[in-house]
């Protein structure tokens, strides 16, 4: 298992951008998939976004596209998701997980090994 941590979380406006980070350790790190996942206050968890494990395929959830970009440098030991034009319905805990074999692309938060300690996001009106 590759320890996370994430960081990056905040209070921002409404329309601002955020940039979340999900560092790792170990040399195991780029052998793994990366997710993004949130949880907002009496909600269940839901999938954000995955990157598999060279960066060379993402997903993004449906509702998400084109707002929210995940990515990763695997020579820094680090996953991303840049967020734009963020709305108070975004606010959340965000967390990070990792899933091995780092190939398929998954949405379930079942399917995964290990998460962070998660980071929190408040959008203002």
């Known amino acids: 298992q590759v320890p996370l941590v994430e960081s990056g979380g905040g209070l921002v406006q409404a329309g601002s951008s955020l940039t979340l980070s999900c560092a790792g350790s170990g040399r195991s790190f780029s052998t793994y998939a990366m997710g993004w996942f949130r949880q907002a206050p009496g909600k269940e968890r839901e999938f954000v976004a995955v990157i598999n494990w060279n960066g060379g395929s993402t997903d993004v959830a449906d509702s998400l596209k084109g707002r929210f970009t995940i990515f990763r440098d695997n020579a820094k030991n680090t996953m991303y998701l840049q967020m734009n034009s963020l709305k108070p319905e975004d606010t959340a805990v965000y967390y990070c997980?990792?899933?091995?074999?780092?190939?398929?692309?998954?949405?379930?938060?079942?399917?995964?090994?290990?998460w962070g300690q998660g980071t929190q996001v408040t959008v203002s009106s």
């Open positions: 997980a990792a899933k091995y074999p780092g190939s398929r692309l998954v949405r379930s938060g079942a399917d995964y090994d290990n």
